[in-house]
């Protein structure tokens, strides 16, 4: 049973930049959140998808924007690159049969630097 | 908006009993909580509902205070494997999760 993979595992990219993140969801999980972690943070929601269509999104500006595509699988695109955007971006997938009460599986995350 | 762990550090002696409170200032639908190693992804510990249903690990306990928007995660009988940092998540509105702060526990021979 195949957990949820994220690509590319590291990532450097030059200010200014655009980059696309790539996450497939845990086997019978249709809900794909994303989360961007500094170093000694906790996850900060950036925004969830749930058919195709965002459902929730958190205080990220409009540079960052996703996807998800027909078999759940989601892509995370961040335009015109800042230093600050420098972190562990987070996949995590959940069922969504209870909305309130689906533990997210996470990714092992894609570390991104901006230079 | 974001829950505040409390205390932000903690060290143990294998053996010893830790608690890990969270605390909102909005009002939950459930509190998760979640454990990360250094370099690793978090991992699911357990979710608290309102109405007392609790799902999740067999060795951990944890309470969720409805009408204080508290939660605390109860580590008793530490094992070195407890080592990590320790989150938890407010779900305010359906689907979106905010994470403390983190609370770093270490468990020492």
């Known amino acids: 049973d195949a957990g949820v993979t994220q690509s590319p595992t590291h990532l450097i990219k030059t200010r200014g930049q655009q980059v696309t993140l790539r996450c497939s969801p845990k086997s019978g999980h249709d809900t794909v959140s994303w989360y961007q972690q500094a170093l000694g943070q906790g996850p900060q929601f950036i925004f969830q998808y749930y058919e195709e269509e965002e459902r929730q999104r958190g205080n990220f500006p409009d540079r960052f924007s996703g996807h998800q595509f027909p078999n759940y699988s989601s892509e995370l695109n961040v335009n015109a690159l800042l230093l600050g955007d420098s972190a562990l971006y987070l996949c995590?997938?959940?069922?969504?049969?209870?909305?309130?009460?689906?533990?997210?599986?996470f990714g092992n995350g894609t570390r991104l630097t901006v230079t | 908006q974001q829950p505040v762990q409390s205390p932000q550090a903690v060290i143990l002696r294998e053996g010893e009993d830790a608690v890990i409170n969270c605390s909102s200032s909005k009002a939950l639908y459930s509190v998760h909580w979640y454990r990360q190693k250094h370099g690793e992804a978090p991992v699911f510990l357990m979710i608290l509902l309102k109405g007392g249903e609790q799902k999740g690990h067999d060795k951990i306990s944890a309470s969720f205070n409805e009408k204080k928007q508290q939660s605390s995660l109860y580590l008793t009988a530490s094992q070195l494997s407890y080592s990590g940092t320790y989150f938890c998540g407010t779900e305010i509105s359906g689907g979106k999760l905010i994470f403390g702060q983190g609370t770093e526990l270490s468990v020492k021979p």
């Open positions: 995590a997938s959940s069922g969504d049969t209870e909305p309130y009460n689906s533990p997210l599986h």
